[in-house]
């Protein structure tokens, strides 16, 4: 504890020194700019309202920002100078404010290399309206945005200011308050709201009612006596507590309460790689959550190493827009855990596992990054099926073509079968007219023998003589 206590205070008095040194440096041309949210709105007497301010440090990296801030203490008074959460690493002196002299004097410092955004948010802060008119929150001209160098460069270029209007609170009914849902302008998780209102003397009951109707009425029935009102597991989105007092028979004015309740976390989101990075050396991981009520108010991320089991790193939890870079340089298999939080507190937690195998092949549950282009498993299947495709078309072409080649064979064979065929058949009758011919003459030939034999006779046998 006391190690962290020194180191605190070495901090604090290192950025107390970089701070004040840096008011004699000379201004020049920066780029950096404090905004307040909301520039405008309109407010009861007695209610209260958040005004933010917010950082673009123009792509620098800034080490230390000063805001001072005017407003009228006749109008509005200073109930917090900063709650929830901030992108201000440390505070160099605790947020402070004076109700007396209308002013609120916030000193931040961030650690490491500084911060780089286009909306940091650095505080909120919470107005109670305690008179009617115009009205403004403003900044001074002694706040500052330090980047740079060892002492610190001023690179503040625009400020702007918040006007608001205070209107007189109309008659209404008892003065209406909540312990469980004091802020009217904030959502709540908290599901089971509990009132309490200023007690009417000489009150015979009170009468109340909630719904979702802004102006919304009780009905003329006495509901309780007492000035506490309670209930349970009331649906979540925005609804309105109506209370009216009777008194010597007279029903008086209506009072209302906003509340606000979600108690769902945002919707699920699934954080990626950018499809076009284009630079090696990191991959950019994207997100893009959504709350159905109360909306995303900001963001959290963290990184885990997985790359030796045994010594999984853990980073803590930092705030951060709805993408961030990640380091390519080192290899190994990465966790990114990612928290989106709603206006009411819940979160919904994703995450992304990364493997690192150069600087320029990262793969993904969703894909692969090569070079700084991503691509999606689902844009690698469709290349792969073209490919499949154009390859089947192509055998396709070839096999078709086959049987039309073998087609003009066979018919090629077979008319050199037919004219063999009609060579031998002509050989064969040429073969049957010869056996023809051969016969006649052999019958010729016989006819001839017994003609000659008739014609000739042998000589007689001269045994008489």
């Not at 000193?107 to 109670?128: C, D, E, H, P, Y």
């Not at 959504?290 to 705030?319: C, F, H, K």
Request: proline share 5%.
């Amino acid at each position: 504890m006391l190690k962290n206590n020194k180191k605190t205070i070495w901090l604090g008095s290192g950025l107390a020194l970089l701070f004040s040194a840096s008011l004699a440096l000379p201004v020049f041309a920066g780029n950096a700019s404090l905004s307040i949210f909301p520039q405008t709105g309109t407010f009861t007497e007695g209610s209260t309202f958040d005004v933010s301010v917010f950082l673009n440090t123009g792509g620098n990296d800034v080490n230390v920002v000063g805001v001072d801030l005017k407003f009228d203490p006749k109008k509005l008074r200073v109930v917090t100078p900063a709650k929830g959460v901030s992108a201000v690493g440390e505070w160099i002196f605790p947020p402070s404010f004076s109700n007396q002299e209308g002013t609120i004097t916030l000193q931040g410092g961030f650690l490491g290399k500084g911060i780089n955004t286009s909306q940091g948010l650095i505080a909120v802060m919470v107005f109670r309206a305690i008179s009617s008119g115009e009205t403004a929150v403003s900044f001074l001209d002694s706040s500052q945005v330090l980047a740079g160098s060892e002492k610190g460069t001023d690179i503040l270029n625009s400020v702007n200011k918040g006007t608001y209007n205070i209107i007189p609170s109309p008659p209404m009914g008892p003065r209406l308050f909540s312990e469980t849902h004091p802020d009217q302008n904030k959502w709540y998780r908290n599901p089971n709201p509990t009132f309490s209102f200023d007690k009417v003397e000489g009150a015979e009951g009170y009468s109340y009612k909630l719904d979702d109707d802004s102006y919304g009425e009780p009905n003329n029935t006495i509901d309780t006596e007492s000035t506490l009102i309670s209930f349970e597991e009331i649906r979540e989105g925005i609804q309105y507590l109506h209370l009216k007092a009777k008194k010597e028979g007279v029903w008086g004015g209506t009072s209302h309460f906003k509340i606000m309740i979600d108690k769902t976390p945002p919707l699920e989101f699934k954080p990626h790689l950018e499809v076009f990075g284009l630079s090696s050396g990191h991959v950019i991981v994207c997100f893009h959550p959504e709350d159905s009520l109360s909306g995303v108010e900001y963001y959290q991320a963290r990184i885990t190493d997985y790359t030796d089991p045994e010594n999984v790193i853990w980073t803590g939890w930092m705030y951060t827009d709805t993408q961030f870079k990640l380091n390519t340089e080192k290899k190994g298999t990465y966790k990114v855990f990612i928290r989106a939080f709603d206006k009411a507190g819940n979160f919904r937690e994703e995450e992304l596992q990364i493997k690192i195998l150069s600087p320029n092949l990262v793969v993904v549950s969703g894909g692969v990054q090569i070079r700084g282009l991503f691509l999606s498993w689902w844009l690698i299947g469709l290349f792969l099926g073209i490919i499949f495709l154009g390859a089947g078309y192509l055998i396709f072409k070839i096999i078709k073509k086959k049987p039309a080649f073998l087609r003009v064979n066979l018919e090629k064979e077979i008319k050199e079968a037919e004219k063999e065929i009609e060579d031998v058949r002509k050989a064969k009758e040429k073969l049957t007219r010869i056996r023809l011919l051969e016969e006649r003459g052999r019958k010729e030939f016989g006819r001839l023998k017994g003609k000659l034999s008739k014609i000739i006779k042998p000589p007689e046998d001269k045994k008489d003589e």
